[in-house]
């Protein structure tokens, strides 16, 4: 039979996500908004969403924030564009993202001493193939495969070369040892729920003596510049922003990053969001039509959990139509490059009360679809 509890919050999607429990637009600070985002008031604004990221996230010291553009993705390549080409790199990918990431090292950038190490959709690469001296990229969490690093013990206390970590969808939500990270980025848009278009660059002191020692052979456009005459532009990581911000969405930030502290900070994030998967995983276990798409336990996101199912492409489509026609469960399909399946957020802003009361509309869409 149709159950007859919805989710109060149907928003389940992988990006952008939900906004935070009771979220409302018009409780947003205004002040800041149709002014220059280079006056006081906007620098102000800035320097906070800058300080309060690296103090929730309790950084090491000697590590800068910097607000960037283009999102996710405009932090990654504003990284590689500025940072790559003096040592070897090593590029592990399990998921499109990370894929996307080692074509531009080959294609683009065209780097000849650059391997690439990949791991089918729902496993992990050979991490034991990572030199130390050759600079790293990889993902801390698979967005479109469900499917995280364990840990990053195979990253080298003694390494010559540079860690550079697209963790967009780990950041607040899992627990990241940044002493093995030179570089991280992430956007606001995914475990926070906060708007699009701005990336945020986290770079350690080696990523910053690496900037200044070394100048790439190509050109670098002004979008990714961040020396200048040899020095850090230390502005970007004060507020003063390469291009113009929304200051509308820093708003938003400061509003997502305020409900952080008030839930208890990062730790509380993380324990919100493993709580979330705990709720998925016993689903799972109850019910054999239905598995993560991660082949073990200890890889599997607590953010972007990616489900297969026994059903065919065509049966899946409708599961997830019927689950958005009633109003119970948006933009859950898997990722268009990934296996046919599910994918359901469950980052810290979403509520465990409505992935309860989700899972009887799941078993209920998979028997209409397959009847």
């Given at each position: ?9 149907p ?207 190509w050109?670098i ?49 993380i ?7 705990t709720?998925?995983?016993e ?10 798409l ?78």
């Open positions: 039979m149709k159950p007859n509890t919805k989710p109060a919050n928003n389940f999607s992988s990006g952008p996500c939900t906004k935070r429990p009771g979220y409302d637009l018009a409780a947003l600070n205004t002040d800041s908004l149709g002014r220059s985002h280079r006056s006081a008031i906007g620098k102000e604004r800035l320097q906070k969403a800058i300080t309060e990221t690296s103090r929730l996230l309790n950084l090491p010291e000697g590590y800068k924030v910097g607000i960037v553009p283009g999102s996710d993705t405009g932090a990654m390549e504003m990284a590689m564009w500025s940072l790559l080409g003096q040592r070897p790199v090593d590029v592990f990918a399990w998921e499109s993202f990370g894929s996307g990431w080692g074509s531009d090292v080959a294609k683009q950038l065209k780097l000849d001493n650059a391997r690439t190490f990949t791991g089918e959709y729902g496993e992990l690469p050979d991490f034991s193939q990572a030199n130390a001296d050759h600079d790293i990229i990889f993902t801390w969490n698979g967005t479109t495969s469900g499917v995280k690093v364990e840990n990053v013990d195979w990253i080298s206390d003694q390494r010559t070369g540079l860690t550079i970590c697209d963790a967009t969808s780990a950041v607040f939500a899992m627990d990241i040892d940044w002493d093995k990270i030179d570089v991280a980025t992430f956007s606001w848009q995914k475990v926070l729920g906060g708007e699009g278009a701005h990336g945020m660059l986290i770079l350690s002191p080696r990523a910053i003596e690496r900037l200044e020692s070394y100048t790439p052979s050109p456009p002004k979008v990714f510049g961040l020396t200048k005459k040899g020095k850090l532009i230390d502005g970007i990581f004060k507020g003063a922003t390469i291009n113009t911000p929304s200051m509308l969405c820093v708003e938003d930030y400061l509003d997502a990053l305020n409900w952080v502290e008030e839930i208890g900070g990062l730790s509380a994030a324990e919100k969001s493993q709580a979330n998967l709720v998925l995983a689903f799972v276990a109850q019910n054999d039509w239905i598995s993560f991660a082949k073990t336990p200890e890889t599997c996101s607590n953010t972007s959990v990616c489900f297969e199912l026994k059903a065919n492409a065509d049966q899946v489509k409708a599961i997830v139509k019927l689950l958005d026609n009633e109003g119970v469960a948006y933009d859950i399909g898997a990722y268009r490059d990934a296996p046919a399946g599910l994918r359901i957020w469950c980052g810290a802003t979403v509520e465990k009360s409505d992935l309860v009361a989700l899972l009887p509309w799941l078993t209920w869409a998979y028997q209409q679809a397959t009847a």
